[in-house]
């Protein structure tokens, strides 16, 4: 049995960035809060807390001077919260995040209503709809737009971790429903290249083996994203660490195909391929 990684995988340039500058404030402060899980990463979360690092959910949750915004990013009017209650920001929102945050924003102030493709639950989705300023909304599902009047002038973008075919996919339908009202359309592209270079890395590895693990959180959007780009190309399981693998997935595989998602740590996924070849004996 061969065991091989996605050639792309793990920690994107957002995430290491964001840990990067969290480890730092935490060493330097002796423990810092978090707005919010920095990542979505039960290992990553269980090593930062063991440097002093606490997450708050909510900025009245806070108890000291400085508090850590999450690579995920906030709107304008959490940050004015912080600032208003004398709280210094370490501020770790990704660049592309800030990129479609700066994107809902410009079109606010032309008089564009914002539709965000993604998951209105997700942290950086609620970040980005407050940039548009209440002039927006968030959906997976195009079909949600069908029960709302939309305006003659629409942006669009999607949430930086999306499947680029699938935002595709509803900028067609929303197009077919602006069409019919004469409607001005604006797409800003907001996938994170990083993101479509681990799911094409995926996809390609996917293509060859009989069978993928995909290593990340259960929580995490990214993860669940190549799980679902993997499964329909071949036999797929996610798991969070080595414990999780059942050794009956193995029998009679040539294959093995490993990828992570953008928030698994490097040591989580040589765990995972160090188990995978025990099993392969
Ligand atoms: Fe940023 Fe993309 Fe990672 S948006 S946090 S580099 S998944």
């Not at 407050?130 to 949600?144: P, V």
């Not at 390609?204 to 190309?233: F, P, Q, W, Y």
Request: hydrophobic content about 40%.
């Amino acid at each position: 049995m061969k065991i091989e990684r996605a050639a792309d995988l793990g920690f994107c340039f957002g995430v290491r960035r964001a840990l990067g500058i969290l480890e730092d404030a935490a060493r330097q402060k002796g423990g810092v809060e978090t707005l919010g899980a920095l990542v979505h990463n039960r290992q990553v979360m269980a090593r930062l807390n063991g440097l002093g690092v606490r997450t708050v959910n909510d900025v009245s949750e806070i108890t000291g001077k400085t508090v850590v915004v999450s690579s995920h990013g906030v709107g304008p009017r959490v940050l004015q919260d912080i600032r208003e209650r004398g709280i210094e920001i370490v501020d770790t929102t990704c660049p592309f995040v800030q990129r479609a945050q700066t994107a809902a924003r410009r079109l606010s102030e032309a008089g564009f209503f914002t539709v965000i493709y993604g998951d209105v639950n997700h942290p950086e989705v609620r970040g980005i709809l407050g940039w548009a300023e209440g002039h927006g909304i968030a959906t997976l599902s195009a079909g949600d737009l069908d029960s709302i009047e939309l305006p003659r002038h629409i942006g669009l973008l999607s949430q930086t971790t999306q499947v680029p075919a699938r935002f595709i996919d509803f900028a067609k339908r929303v197009t077919e429903t602006a069409m019919v009202k004469d409607a001005e359309l604006r797409l800003v592209d907001t996938v994170c290249h990083d993101i479509r270079k681990r799911q094409a890395a995926a996809l390609e590895l996917a293509g060859r083996a009989d069978l993928m693990l995909v290593i990340g959180g259960h929580h995490s959007a990214n993860t669940r994203h190549l799980v679902d780009l993997c499964a329909a190309k071949t036999e797929t399981h996610l798991v969070e660490t080595e414990a999780e693998i059942d050794p009956s997935w193995l029998k009679g595989k040539n294959l093995v195909g490993v990828t992570a998602g953008a928030s698994t740590a490097p040591e989580t996924i040589d765990s995972v391929v160090r188990r995978l070849e025990d099993l392969a004996g």
